[in-house]
């Protein structure tokens, strides 16, 4: 069974079991109708996931694997803020009338700085990093920048990643690993899109840098279930999981910003089928 799976389904019931909620409680999220939008929560979550074991996805339902990857490829190769870079409908809630999240997300990662190397934005920076320093143990991005988030539609929920590369006895290639911060988790509708898309962000990155990906741990600070996603998750957990799929990268892309959709290759991918019309709190 997937490892993914378990750790999913674990996450979930120590959320249910042993979680408080905010019910009650003055919350800024509502749902469509306007009705407030309760949770059930835990602080400081923390998952592992090594990627040289199996790649993350689950099997109790679909994650779109190709569109999880283009979203971050519009944050990180396109460095966009405008959803009309992005081949999907998620972010339409937080776009204005020509497309716009504001100065997040991807707006952040393509600022640049000025370095003692040069003036650099935060994704080549690390990409020099890892293949000038890779021992070094600053490498890592923050796109919760305070200056600018009265100009943001929506706060970053995964606001960070740091790098750590480490030399595993007996391999050749360095092995990348890293912490993917996150201030705000809808374990529902975010929590395997979020895994698996920086899961594939470290894969990529590691491949341009000639190293492996090896583990992706994910930290999440309020790590929550909504009050109408309940029953969903519950039916969820109930699953039996099937084995993991075989995820890969097109082995000839040596640039990141050369990365597409189409280079990622998905295998045996057996899931239970999609939920549909999961209501979303904006």
């Not at 249910?16 to 949770?39: C, F, H, L, M, Q």
């Not at 996603?229 to 993991?244: C, D, F, M």
């Amino acid at each position: 069974m997937s490892l993914a799976d378990v750790t999913f389904i674990n996450m979930c019931r120590d959320v249910i079991e042993n979680g408080t909620s905010t019910e009650g409680e003055k919350v800024r999220p509502v749902w469509e109708d306007g009705t407030s939008a309760y949770t059930i929560k835990r602080f400081g979550v923390v998952n592992r996931y090594d990627l040289r074991k199996e790649f993350p996805a689950l099997t109790l339902r679909r994650t779109a694997l190709k569109s999880a990857m283009d979203e971050i490829l519009w944050i990180w190769q396109k460095k966009s803020n405008n959803i009309k870079d992005l081949h999907s409908h998620i972010w339409d809630s937080w776009a204005d009338e020509n497309g716009s999240i504001g100065k997040a997300y991807g707006y952040q990662l393509g600022v640049k700085h000025q370095y003692k190397e040069g003036m650099m934005d935060q994704v080549d920076r690390v990409l020099y990093d890892l293949k000038n320093n890779p021992y070094s143990r600053r490498i890592m991005t923050n796109i919760y920048v305070h200056q600018d988030l009265h100009e943001m539609n929506l706060y970053p929920c995964a606001y960070s990643m740091t790098f750590n590369v480490t030399k595993e006895p007996g391999k050749d290639k360095l092995t990348l690993n890293a912490i993917l911060n996150q201030r705000s988790q809808d374990i529902l509708a975010a929590n395997n899109w979020n895994v698996c898309q920086y899961s594939i962000l470290l894969m990529m990155i590691a491949q341009v840098c000639d190293m492996e990906a090896g583990e992706l741990v994910h930290v999440i600070a309020d790590c929550h279930i909504y009050d109408r996603h309940v029953p969903v998750i519950k039916e969820l957990i109930s699953r039996t999981p099937y084995p993991a799929p075989t995820v890969k990268l097109n082995p000839e892309i040596r640039d990141f910003y050369e990365f597409t959709t189409d280079d990622l290759i998905v295998e045996n991918y057996q899931t239970w089928p999609q939920i549909k019309n999961i209501p979303i709190a904006i």
